[in-house]
């Protein structure tokens, strides 16, 4: 028996991702703030619970921080691709174009470009942030600015450099980002909150005297929360019509 006369060995919950441990001790904080009081040490658990639930939910906030990080990187890298690949169709339109010298120059500068065709659009984020910078140079160094422009491509050239400054933007590298976010610890965070809500249940439960019927009562009404939740089965979604409560409430002596 040793080691299993805790909340953590006595309640069983429901196995929860981060987002719905939220939730569940949202509707417990809930229920606890509908009742008059709390019985016993129920008050300082619940306590507890509320102050690991603000630490979870800040966990979580990082984590989608993170996210929009990654999401702006991606978004910057994709319109930088369609610029590089607009200015190689319209390279490659005008070199269709047999016997002309502004054909000629739109082949030269094409190939100049595009060595490799536009296989470094595939590599990744900061590979293909030198690889853009790099061609720019050369179309700066080389005044090819001018042949854009002899091509009617002027535009082209201002979209690249606004596609490429916000691409080294969005990777930290022309403009300093703050530091990044540590990675979130949400499953930490969530068990704690978890283990608080154990030793809430178990506070509760342990109010329930067969002496004093309506402590049952009370304790079902707080504890509503843990038997209404769906149980994932093995294998399988949420029931659809939820499972009894994982919590046991017989009424002690």
Known sequence: MAGTLTAQGLIQLPSLTAEETVTLATKLITAAQSASTLPGNAPTALDDVKASLQTLSAELAKRGQRVEDKAAAREADTQLDRVWSAIDRFLSAWAAIDGTELAEQATALRQRLFPDGLAFLTKNFNAEWAASEQRLGVIDAENHVATFERL???????????????YGQ???????????????????ARDAVLDDIRVYAAQIVG???????????????????????????????????????????????
């Open 152 to 166: 009617g491509g002027g535009a082209f050239v201002a979209s690249l450099r606004r596609a490429h400054k916000a």
């Open 170 to 188: 969005a990777l930290g590298v022309t403009e300093a980002k703050d530091a990044p976010l540590p990675v979130p610890q949400i499953r930490e």
């Open 207 to 253: 109010s329930v005297t067969r002496k004093n019927p309506a402590s049952e009562d009370v304790a079902e009404a707080l504890l509503r929360p843990i038997a209404a939740w769906p149980v994932r089965r093995a294998g399988s979604a949420v029931a659809a019509d939820g499972a009894p409560s994982p919590v046991t409430t017989a009424p002690a002596e």
